[in-house]
């Protein structure tokens, strides 16, 4: 499934690009970007269009603060959430009770995307591999539904039964950006990611609806 995330700050913007699209094609993401400027607006506003919704902002505190903070966001209509799986057992054990009766599913976040080997060698004192492979052990755990990943790290993954991946870091094309740890859409899910987030390559495009056409062709 493919995952198109909506980083706008802006209303009119963020709603012209979900209405180049199509909910049986995709999902939408709203990052911090957009729910720090127009949350509650804009997940209404793509609910209504009909798509399923993804939440993503990698929420990472105690899991008392973890747990009240995503009581209040299941009232929206959301689909998926984010965390850090870095804030721990407890923490992701916590997001766990708060969306329980819920048809939210929660995340657990690994490795940034932005990150590359040498990042995490400075960070966590071990690589980006060996890093995810270390939560995911917590994630499996803690039992939240899947993790976000590179897709450099999918086949840790797919080795897990229990969890679902969410895979950023896609890139239909080559591109020079802030991605370090990317794929194209057809081999990320030949590597056995579940979902896809895209962004830019389909928001910045000149044809936002044919973009995501040909993407969601290639896959099929």
Known sequence: MIIVAIDETTFER?????DCLDPKKCMVKIGSV???????KIIR?????????????????????????IEGLTSLPI??????????????????????????KVFGVTALTSLNNDDTNKIFQR????????????AEEAGIDGVVCSPHELELVSK???LLSITPGIRPH??????KRVMTPREAID??????VIGRPITESKDITKSLNEIHQSLT
């Open 79 to 104: 689909n998926m959430l984010t965390i850090h799986t870095s804030g721990g057992k407890d923490m992701m054990i916590a997001a766990m009770e708060a969306v329980s009766g819920s048809q939210v």
């Open 34 to 40: 957009a729910f720090n400027a127009i949350g509650h």
């Open 174 to 179: 080559e591109s020079n950006d802030d991605q």
């Open 160 to 162: 897990r039964d229990n």
């Open 14 to 18: 963020a709603s012209e690009i979900i």
């Open 191 to 196: 590597h056995g990611a579940n979902y896809l």
């Open 45 to 69: 506003f793509a609910s209504e269009k009909g798509f399923e919704i993804f939440l993503d902002l990698k929420l990472h505190d105690i899991p008392n603060t973890i747990k009240k903070s």
């Open 127 to 138: 690589s980006p591999f060996e890093q995810v492979n270390a939560l995911l052990d917590l």
